[in-house]
């Protein structure tokens, strides 16, 4: 038996920031993995795919390159293979590099599945270091998610999670996509832009069903002019496999695909933790339930990332590690979960923090907007990329910042800048002053906020009278 004052279940960017943190911390600390550095953000999910979304651009600019200028002769087409094969490498850098940092904090990696023996022991199980008994002071415990697969779905070589699809010996001719969520989405434009005919069905009126809607229905034009079929409204059923390919129908309409990818949600993986022998609780769905400092039904044991199902979002998961391993060395720490920013790897890309347009009319909240298109600011014409723009919802009457939507170039980076100013509750007002530096896309952040007083000096304004 080896005694640890903490020991971290799962090493997922939930999982292996807190067990460094406790490192750091000078607390003596255990990490139980069973497979890979990283989870599913860094092997099946957010790296892979954006590695993969890096490549479709530069083909995308290749084959644009006369509009900027540039002659490219010969023939413009993806390598599958080395782009699987960058894929790879990053993944191996990023998996190093972490082992690295928990080496330097001081942590000690076991391997294999964590299974609890009681509130104190945890014993490890079907790996290199199986058989090893741990008992700790404290536990976190971030196993992270899984795809869900529902049983209506058949199974066949042909039906794949964005797991398999990231690892395809070779590029689909075509492939039907279950679900328009933020996964289905983001892997309808990273294939149509390498020349596979995609098909999105999603059961909601709109693709993306919780973003703001003006952003949503954006991206669709956008999908459909680059060759996306999207199906709303109606279920995918009769659904088939066989070896050659799948098929489905939307209403009456038969859809047919070399490929169709399951993307409608995901799962916690907690089965073979043994929660009950710890005494923690879980949801009828499975995941597992904690307080505002993820503290769950069992002294001593905490629970962190997709595991407690609340925002399934790497970036959140790693906020709550370190808010975890504050409250554990009796430094509490107020964690600003709702002001989690969502980024989706779209072509355009979307960010987005806060209340929508949507939320604050259910909420009865009154708001003022101000918006500011990519098409009338500098860089982005010099970036021939002026589609999208920036949003700003403010408090009707105390002009506090409740909001921020972008769908454009970079979106995903300049949602960072509405986080801290929301976290400090910024005004409009405020956020507009504040000077931002010319030429840049950031500037349109600037610009909407001055929009939302009808201020703008880059739109036409009307005089006041």
């Known amino acids: 038996m080896e005694k640890f004052d903490v020991c971290v279940i799962g090493a997922g960017p939930g999982g292996y920031v807190?067990?460094?943190?406790?490192?750091?911390?000078?607390?003596?600390t255990a990490l139980v993995e069973k497979e890979f550095f990283g989870g599913t953000c860094l092997n099946v999910g957010c790296i892979p795919t954006k590695t993969l979304i890096a490549g479709a651009e530069v083909l995308s600019t290749a084959r644009r390159a006369a509009e900027f200028g540039v002659e490219i002769?010969?023939?413009?087409?993806?390598?599958?293979?080395?782009?699987?094969?960058?894929?790879d490498e990053v993944i191996g850098k990023l998996r190093n590099g972490i082992a690295g940092l928990e080496k330097a904090a001081g942590v000690t990696v076991f391997s294999g599945r964590g299974e609890f023996l009681n509130r104190r022991q945890l014993v490890v199980a079907a790996g290199e270091d199986a058989g090893t008994v741990i008992e700790a002071s404290k536990f976190i415990i971030a196993t992270g998610?899984?795809?869900?697969?529902?049983?209506?779905?058949?199974?066949?070589?042909?039906?794949?999670?964005?797991?398999?699809?990231?690892?395809?010996?070779?590029?689909?001719?075509?492939?039907?996509?279950?679900?328009?969520?933020?996964?289905?989405?983001?892997?309808?434009c990273l294939f149509a832009a390498l020349g596979t005919e995609v098909t999105v069905v999603e059961m909601l009126p709109q693709i993306l069903p919780a973003t703001d809607s003006e952003c949503a229905r954006l991206l669709a034009r956008r999908m459909e002019s680059e060759g996306i079929r999207i199906l709303n409204g109606k279920p995918l059923s009769d659904i088939k496999c066989t070896a050659r390919g799948v098929s489905g129908k939307v209403g009456d309409e038969t859809l047919r695909a070399e490929y169709l990818l399951v993307s409608i949600g995901r799962r916690p993986v907690t089965a073979g933790l043994n929660l009950a022998a710890a005494g923690v609780k879980t949801s009828e769905r499975g995941f597992i339930e904690v307080d505002e400092n993820f503290l769950?039904?069992?002294?001593?044991?905490?629970?962190?990332?997709?595991?407690?199902?609340?925002?399934?979002?790497?970036?959140?998961?790693?906020?709550?590690?370190?808010?975890a391993v504050s409250h554990i060395c009796g430094k509490?720490?107020?964690?600003?979960?709702?002001?989690?920013?969502?980024?989706?790897?779209?072509?355009?890309?979307?960010?987005?923090?806060?209340?929508?347009?949507?939320?604050?009319?259910?909420?009865?909240?009154a708001y003022n907007v101000g918006k500011f298109p990519f098409a009338a600011l500098g860089k982005a014409m010099a970036m021939g990329e002026t589609e999208g723009f920036v949003k700003i919802l403010a408090d009707a009457a105390t002009d506090q910042v409740l909001g921020v939507h972008i769908i454009g170039p970079h979106a995903t980076d300049l949602i960072a800048e509405a986080v801290p100013a929301m976290l400090l509750e910024c005004t409009a007002r405020e956020l507009g002053r504040a000077i931002h530096a010319h030429p840049t896309l950031g500037e349109a952040m600037m610009e909407a906020a001055h929009a939302v007083h009808g201020e703008c000096a880059h739109i036409p304004t009307r005089k006041r009278r």
């Not at 807190?18 to 003596?28: E, F, M, V, Y």
Request: charged residues 15%; proline residues 8%.
């Open 296 to 323: 769950t039904s069992a002294p001593g044991i905490y629970a962190i990332g997709d595991a407690v199902g609340k925002i399934m979002l790497a970036h959140w998961a790693s906020a709550a590690a370190e808010a």
């Open 73 to 87: 002769s010969g023939e413009i087409r993806p390598d599958w293979k080395k782009m699987l094969a960058r894929k």
């Open 145 to 188: 998610s899984e795809p869900l697969v529902p049983g209506f779905i058949p199974q066949g070589e042909r039906v794949l999670t964005s797991t398999e699809l990231l690892s395809l010996p070779k590029l689909p001719k075509s492939l039907l996509i279950l679900g328009g969520g933020v996964i289905g989405c983001e892997f309808a």
């Open 332 to 365: 509490p720490v107020h964690f600003a979960g709702t002001l989690t920013p969502g980024c989706i790897f779209t072509s355009p890309e979307i960010g987005t923090v806060g209340l929508s347009e949507e939320q604050c009319k259910a909420q009865n909240i």
């Open 18 to 28: 807190a067990a460094i943190r406790a490192g750091q911390s000078g607390l003596k």
